[in-house]
């Protein structure tokens, strides 16, 4: 049985969201508020496990009163406020985001992105055939995992799940600015060289593909890498006492990676790099 | 956290860069990577650092110019040095030192020559000058010539900043040369520049002319019946005594006789809003600040400057500074702060050695320190220098920057006043709303409030650049209109338009004069008068030149945190380069994308500078015609 946190009982914020009235415990967001009525807000730089950095702005609505947009990501919901999720304002600045992060960068492995692209008649296409983009070679350094930053759309998850909202190692940062701004260990060296421990959890959290299991990486480039096809187990990490869940995701009788579930409440998807990528001696077949 | 800092060493220059800032290193814990010497037996059984060290994460910066003024670049052994001594992970500090365009982490050469190649200079010749210097330097010049946005510089345009690493530098004054040792730092400005000039201040900074005294920037110095410029070309910048016998600290004096509570009620009842740009009421900002119950309080100054076409903040810096540091300490005390911030944009080094002697002073003559003028309030200012970054103006990404991360703007809420410098209630200030409160205690809210209209009262500086007779800055009560600004500053016939409120702002047509400069008349008119940028453009300058020039002023200078921004800003410069050179039906589609994109900018950036960074082409193309 998983232990449900339940906390201090809170107050409920009244409000409303596209006419309708909206009842929210006290420091829920708006998206939350959106999901509890069931409305799809796209988003990419939400996690669930995280405090977004909301800087993806694909998620905008209209608050009533407001100069600008508001993230519905993170704007909390406030008492009286009027909200409202689906109008052309919301829907332009969404699909211009699309359009923008489509030209620039590689959402082939974004899941929902071409879902988005398709309903907001985003058309990435139209800023020419010169229109900057990344322009990043993977980096292939490591046998663990490799950093495609040419699909990075600079969500800053990696950063928070490697610095101080999770893993404590601080070995990724966003480094130059503006168009040129890229995620990067110290000195730009090789993940080799900086003080990455290899727990994964950017990986675990990467909304785009942008940093994946080599496996991954290799059978995509081989054309063998088939979703469809994998079944997906969980069970618990043998290798010390902590117990942290696995979901070990299989494909012709091949682990070909490991996630773990972000809904526990001990370990939130987190894992070392024994669980993450030590799975080989389970398959070995010498 | 389990902090890793690689292999690399500094070298003795860069250690010795860092300890002038920090000290030595207390302990084993915190000296470079392997260096056994400082080893104690206490270092053997204990291990120290942690959170006291953590708490100087605010040292980062400042010890990132330590190591860049004293060699001129960032090496990896250096920073791993200062993350070491701080505690900060390398891989953040990295990110930090590549945020600024001033520092580098590439070796090159201990020279840098910052040409300004922005609005106002291009126009004045920053190209030719470029060509020209690279030229006479040659290759192997040791010198390195680096393009760079406004220097605020513009009244004598075009301008150059040359920065010399070496030893001895320091908080602020350019230290005596030690016998034997290498060449000092120094630093040289160049306005207006000629080759001949710039090559010989880039070859030899120390020895470089001096500059004309900012009285120059100001026509009608000297003039009767100036408010904030009075004592500008009046006053000797460097002398207290002289500050105090031109009516300095009287409005001090005046302030703890009416307390914090009345303080504020003067700043409000006269009508004071920040001029900063974005005009927001000072009285509410310090009331709102003052009544937060979470210390300590405090006070920023925003001196970051970086707004194309501004000058005015360097003006009342480098003529009285002073009546800042009065200015602060009023502040300070209203909103019950006991330390302020000066954030000082990195390229102003002649208002950095003024204001650290006028701090030195004050705090030598008690009207800085533990008992302000023996009224038993604390007050003292530090100054934090930038490193090139405009975005660092921006009232919270300034936060980050002083706080040691990178300067990007923080979402809101939480607003300043409540969670704001080192998540503490805080009110920021430009350097002019700072110095407006000295003659609102001086002279009574009334009588202040009786300046200028209802809404906007008071007197407001003007930065007036580009094609007139007079450039410089400007006092007038609010109202004036532009046309009557334009006349003091000798209007050319040929005037096609006029950038108000700077590369944020929009621009107005020449046969538009009756715009009363004050926020309602200018926002009645479509515009927005911003930092107070007046910047006129004849009919010899092609527009389109100057509105890729804007372009690639916000593409460069955008964060990149959010994706409207970071991207936006590139594709608006690349449809400005597809039509430079056309006009109408052929400009057409790129003026739609232009106008789907910029909506989507100032509707979903994060800061204003993605929402605004629209405004002027937009204002070009609407009301200039600029592609038709
Ligand atoms: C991109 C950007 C740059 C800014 N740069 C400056 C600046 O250089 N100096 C300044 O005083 N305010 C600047 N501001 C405005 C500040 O954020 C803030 O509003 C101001 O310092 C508040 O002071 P005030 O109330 O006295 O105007 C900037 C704002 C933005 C969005
Ligand atoms: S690598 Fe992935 S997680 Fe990191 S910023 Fe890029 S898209 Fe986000
Ligand atoms: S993932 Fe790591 S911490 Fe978790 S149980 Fe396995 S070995 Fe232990
Ligand atoms: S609008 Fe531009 S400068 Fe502001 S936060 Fe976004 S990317 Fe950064
Ligand atoms: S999901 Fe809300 S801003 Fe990215
Ligand atoms: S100093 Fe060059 S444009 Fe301002």
Redesign the interface.
């Known amino acids: 049985m998983t232990a449900i946190p339940l906390g201090v009982p809170r107050r409920l914020v009244e409000f409303t969201l596209d006419g309708q009235e909206a009842r929210v415990p006290e420091g829920s967001t708006i998206l939350d508020a959106c999901r509890a009525a069931g409305k799809d807000i796209p988003t990419l730089c939400e996690g669930d496990t995280l405090t977004p950095k909301n800087a993806c702005r694909v998620c905008v609505v209209e608050v009533e009163g407001a100069r600008t947009l508001a993230p519905a990501c993170s704007r909390k919901a406030e008492a009286g406020m009027e909200v409202r999720t689906d109008t052309e304002r919301a829907r332009h600045s969404r699909k211009v985001v699309l359009e923008l992060l489509a030209s620039s960068v590689n959402l082939s492995t974004t899941p929902r992105a071409a879902e988005w692209i398709k309903e907001y008649e985003a058309k990435p296409d139209r800023f020419g055939p010169d229109a900057a983009r990344v322009d990043e070679e993977p980096r292939v350094d490591n046998d663990l995992y490799v950093r495609d930053y040419d699909k990075c759309i600079l969500c800053y998850k990696c950063v928070d799940a490697c610095g101080d909202q999770w893993q404590n190692t601080f070995a990724i940062s966003v480094v130059g600015r503006g168009f040129d701004a890229r995620i990067a260990v110290e000195h730009d060296a090789p993940l080799t060289d900086s003080a990455c421990v290899y727990c994964g959890n950017c990986i675990e959290v990467c909304p785009t593909g942008a940093l994946s299991f080599k496996s991954e990486f290799d059978m995509r480039a081989a054309g063998t890498w088939n979703e469809a096809e994998q079944t997906e187990t969980t069970t618990v990490c043998a290798y010390c006492g902590v117990g942290c869940n696995l979901t070990l995701h299989v494909q012709d009788n091949e682990i070909v990676k490991v996630t773990s579930p972000h809904d526990n409440p001990v370990t939130h998807g987190n894992l070392c790099i024994k669980g993450r990528f030590g799975y080989q001696h389970v398959q070995n077949r010498d | 956290?389990?902090?890793?800092f690689?292999d690399?060493k500094p070298t003795d220059e860069e250690r010795e860069a860092v300890d002038a800032l920090l000290g030595p290193p207390g302990s084993a814990w915190e000296a470079p990577f392997g260096d056994s010497t400082v080893r104690s037996e206490a270092d053997l059984r204990w291990a120290r650092g942690g959170r006291a060290a953590r708490e100087r994460r605010d040292l980062l910066l400042p010890g990132l110019h330590a190591v860049n003024d004293r060699v001129g670049w960032i090496s990896?052994g250096a920073?791993?040095y200062l993350c070491r001594r701080l505690t900060v992970?390398?891989?953040?500090?990295?990110?930090v030192a590549?945020?600024y365009?001033m520092f580098s982490?590439k070796p090159r050469p201990a020279t840098v020559l910052h040409v300004c190649t922005d609005v106002v200079c291009a126009a004045a010749g920053s190209a030719e000058l470029c060509a020209a210097v690279e030229g006479r330097l040659g290759l192997g010049s040791g010198v390195s010539v680096e393009r760079s946005p406004c220097l605020g510089l513009c009244e004598r345009a075009p301008a150059a900043l040359v920065v010399r690493a070496g030893s001895g530098a320091g908080a602020g004054a350019d230290a005596p040369h030690e016998p034997g040792a290498e060449k000092p730092y120094a630093t040289a400005v160049i306005a207006p520049a000629t080759p001949e000039a710039t090559v010989l201040a880039a070859s030899a900074p120390e020895a470089a002319e001096p500059e004309p005294p900012a009285s120059l920037a100001v026509p009608q110095a000297g003039q009767p019946g100036l408010t904030l410029l009075r004592r500008i070309g009046v006053v000797d910048p460097a002398s207290l005594d002289d500050y105090r016998s031109h009516g300095g600290y009287a409005a001090l004096r005046r302030a703890f006789t009416l307390g914090p509570a009345g303080v504020i009620r003067e700043v409000t009842d006269a009508g004071l809003v920040g001029r900063g740009g974005a005009a927001f009421p000072t009285g509410v900002k310090w009331k709102a600040t003052a009544s937060q119950p979470d210390r300590p309080h405090y006070l920023v100054c925003n001196a970051d400057e970086s707004e194309p076409g501004t000058f005015k903040d360097r003006v009342l810096m480098e003529g009285d500074p002073y009546s800042l540091i009065e200015a602060m300490t009023i502040a300070g005390y209203a909103v019950g702060a006991h330390k302020g911030y000066l954030y000082l944009r990195g390229e102003y080094p002649r208002a950095l050695r003024l204001l650290s002697n006028a701090i030195g002073q004050a705090r030598a003559r008690g009207l800085l320190g533990d008992d302000v003028l023996g009224q038993g309030y604390a007050f003292d200012i530090e100054i934090r220098r930038g490193a090139g970054?405009y975005i660092c103006g921006e009232e919270t990404a300034l936060f980050n920057s002083i706080e040691g991360y990178?300067g990007e703007p923080r979402?809101k809420p939480p607003f300043p006043v409540e969670k704001g410098l080192f998540g503490k209630p805080t009110a920021e200030n430009n350097v002019e709303t700072l110095v407006n409160v000295l003659p609102i205690l001086t002279m009574g809210a009334e009588a202040y409030a009786a300046i200028g209209t209802e809404k906007s009262t008071g007197p407001k500086l003007f930065c007036v650049s580009g094609s007139v007779e007079r450039p410089g800055i400007y006092e007038l009560p609010f109202g004036a209109t532009l046309g009557e600004l334009l006349d003091l500053a000798g209007k050319p016939g040929n005037l096609r338009a006029v950038l108000l409120g700077g590369a944020a702002g929009g621009f107005v047509r020449a046969d538009e004069m009756d715009i009363p400069l004050t926020f309602e008349g200018t926002r009645a008119a479509g515009t927005t008068l911003g930092s107070g940028v007046v910047l006129a453009v004849d009919d010899t300058v092609p527009l389109p030149r100057i509105l890729l020039r804007i372009a690639e002023f916000f593409?460069?200078?955008?964060?990149?945190?959010?994706?409207?921004c970071?991207?936006?800003?590139?594709?608006q410069e690349?449809?400005l380069h597809?039509i430079a050179e056309r006009t109408g039906a052929a400009a057409a589609g790129d003026i739609a994308?232009l106008r789907?994109?910029g909506?989507?900018m100032?509707?979903?950036?994060?800061c204003g500078l993605g929402?605004t960074a629209w405004n002027a082409v937009e204002s070009a193309i609407d009301r200039l015609g600029a592609y038709e």
Do not use: K
């Open positions: 956290m389990d902090l890793h690689g690399s990896d920073l791993d992970p390398p891989a953040e500090a990295y990110g590549t945020f365009s982490v970054a990178r979402s593409r460069d200078e955008s964060c990149g945190q959010c994706v409207p970071r991207v936006g800003t590139v594709r690349e449809a597809r994308l789907e994109v909506r989507a100032r509707d979903a950036s994060i929402q």
